[in-house]
């Protein structure tokens, strides 16, 4: 028996329990996809793994910082790897657990990035600590045509919450683009508070959009609403529709 056919074999066995929520069809169209992470810390390194576990076999994770001691409480990866490229750091615990997966790693801001890593893509995560990264992201989003999902985290000692945005290319040529969100947003503060199971949230949410535009299950809200915030403290998720701006740095009528 060829590796391929047993690895194919053991992939229907271990993903039997999503059948039924998913055609096998859809499955087949997870394990073929290849997501580029745009930041692989707390967010980023939960929303692969989350990815990884529900079928997801073909990453690109893109990171220019290395994992803190204090980035623990929100990472995939352990205290073996503080010290570690972020990036490098995802791509070895989850290389661990899913060896047969493929998973490309950049220790690069995603403004430098060889734009050409993002050709395959199926969907861009975008998840980074800088602003600047975070414009690039839904630039190149833009550029190729390629759906973003951008997820932030509010300061926890304010609001025990955090929100995701979407911009698909088939969904709407008035919907906000990722960066529409950060009009006049230079720099997110340093030494926030950020809880991990707001994280988790967050990322659960993020994983969760992102098997919807990749098999178009129940991919219905989708089509009408661009805009999730989870308050966890109160227990609340809301969607809106939320419209371009006309001075957006990026998908704006001048650029
Ligand atoms: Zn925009």
Same mark, same amino acid.
């Given at each position: ?7 194919? =074999?053991?992939?229907?066995?271990e ?6 929520? *998913?055609?096998?069809? %859809?499955?087949?169209? *997870? ?9 692989s810390? /707390? ?7 989350? *990815?990884?576990?529900?079928g ?5 994770l893109?990171? #220019? ?7 623990? +409480? ?6 073996d ?11 070895? $615990?989850? %290389? %661990?657990?899913? #060896? ?14 060889? #734009? ?12 980074p600590? &800088?602003?600047? &990264? ?9 550029? @190729?045509?390629? #759906? ?37 947003? =230079?720099?997110?503060? =340093? /030494? ?10 967050? &990322? ?15 991919? %219905?809200?989708?089509?009408?609403? +661009? ?18 701006? @006309? ?5 704006? $009528?001048? +650029?």
């Amino acid at each position: 028996m060829s590796t391929s056919i047993r690895s194919s =074999r053991w992939y229907r066995s271990e993903y039997a329990a999503n059948l039924g929520a *998913l055609s096998v069809r %859809q499955q087949a169209r *997870l394990r073929a996809s290849r997501v580029a992470l745009a930041g692989s810390g /707390g967010v980023g390194s939960l929303t692969a793994s989350a *990815l990884a576990m529900v079928g997801v076999r073909r990453f690109v994770l893109i990171d #220019p910082q290395c994992l803190e001691i204090d980035n623990l +409480n929100r990472s995939c990866a352990g205290v073996d790897y503080v010290g570690v490229s972020k990036a490098l750091a995802c791509r070895s $615990v989850m %290389q %661990q657990r899913f #060896p047969e997966a493929e998973i490309a790693a950049f220790v690069s801001p995603v403004e430098t990035v060889n #734009p050409e890593v993002f050709n395959d893509c199926d969907v861009i995560i975008s998840a980074p600590n &800088a602003i600047k &990264a975070r414009r690039a992201a839904a630039r190149i989003a833009l550029r @190729k045509r390629i #759906p973003i999902i951008s997820a932030g985290l509010a300061d926890c000692r304010k609001s025990w919450s955090g929100a995701v945005t979407v911009w698909h290319p088939g969904y709407g040529k008035k919907a906000a683009c990722p960066a529409c969100f950060l009009n006049g947003v =230079r720099t997110v503060p =340093r /030494g926030e508070s950020l809880l991990t199971t707001v994280v988790l949230l967050i &990322a659960s949410l993020t994983a969760q959009i992102a098997v919807q535009i990749l098999t178009g299950a129940r991919a %219905q809200a989708l089509r009408s609403h +661009n805009f999730f915030r989870i308050d966890a403290g109160n227990y609340v998720l809301e969607k809106f529709a939320v419209r371009r701006l @006309k001075d957006c740095e990026v998908c704006g $009528v001048r +650029n």
